[in-house]
């Protein structure tokens, strides 16, 4: 067992004043018991900016800002020392509960016991150690926007580049949140080619297609190949209709060239048309 780690604290705030504040934005899970360890209102170096450097080496810091206990963790700690050693960190709705999650491995072991102090909220605590999964830039602006729950499709059409592979980063991770449902099996997926103007648009259009808004399946021609396993909401056969399909669309030959191939390989049909799906120009 390493050195524990010792948190900065900083500055502590009562429980109820942390009450009346503003809902939680993440929290902080325990790997090893599955138990939420705390929440807070903010989280710097998510995205791999804040470096620590120690012995030569360079670890991410992680902080959190007004973090407060878990009760339920609390109350499992005043009953033996329990160590912490690798986490999620959690991104919450504006109903605190997950919607995607970071693994983080901590470079030491950090303890709680009996008789530690789970009463205040801390205005900072900090970990050092490695992210597994750097989360994008983009992805800040996405989760942000998923906080509410997405009611309608096409959310991604405006966004760049950059924030549609993030929007993909979102999707996917959050997908892991949902529990395992039967995947359906002869559906019919309908994706506006219109809004299909790169890779990134072409899986952020499926994976709603599939799966609803915001919903996942594939952000690359080898994760497609894994949804094609089944677990990710479709298993072959089944059938894509790409309607609106324009010039600017078959430009990208290469790569659809590949989508067809994966696709017709498991079982599944892609129906291409210069029509909308109602048939009308």
């Known amino acids: 067992m390493g050195e524990m780690i010792v948190p900065v604290p900083g500055k502590k705030r009562g429980l109820k004043e942390f009450e009346q ?166 559906g019919h997926y309908y994706i506006d080619a219109a809004h299909v103007t790169d890779p990134a648009s072409f899986f952020c259009a499926l994976g709603e297609a599939v799966n609803g808004p915001g919903g996942y399946f594939g952000y690359s021609l080898d994760s497609l190949e894994d949804c094609l396993c089944g677990r990710f909401g479709a298993r072959e056969p089944f059938v894509i209709h790409l309607f609106n399909v324009d010039d600017k669309m078959k430009a990208q030959d290469s790569f659809f060239y590949q989508i067809k191939e994966i696709l017709t390989e498991r079982n599944v049909t892609i129906s291409c048309s210069s029509f909308d799906k109602t048939g009308s120009y």
């Open 21 to 186: 504040m503003i809902n939680n934005k993440y929290s902080l899970i325990d790997d090893e018991t599955g138990l939420t360890i705390g929440r807070c209102l903010d989280l710097k170096g998510l995205t791999g900016s804040c470096i620590e450097k120690i012995d030569g080496e360079d670890f991410h810091k992680i902080t959190f800002v007004d973090f407060g206990y878990d009760e339920e963790f609390a109350a499992y700690c005043k009953h033996r020392k329990t160590y912490i050693n690798n986490v999620y960190l959690t991104i919450l709705n504006d109903e605190e509960n997950p919607i995607g999650s970071y693994y983080f491995v901590l470079k030491e072991s950090y303890a709680y016991d009996p008789f530690s102090d789970f009463d205040e909220v801390l205005q900072q605590l900090e970990f050092v150690g490695n992210l597994v999964e750097v989360a994008a830039e983009e992805s800040l602006l996405v989760w942000d926007m998923r906080r509410t729950p997405l009611a309608k499709k096409n959310e991604w059409i405006g966004l760049s580049c950059e924030q549609r592979l993030a929007w993909l980063e979102a999707a996917r991770l959050f997908s892991s949140t949902k529990p395992i449902t039967e995947d359906q099996q002869q």
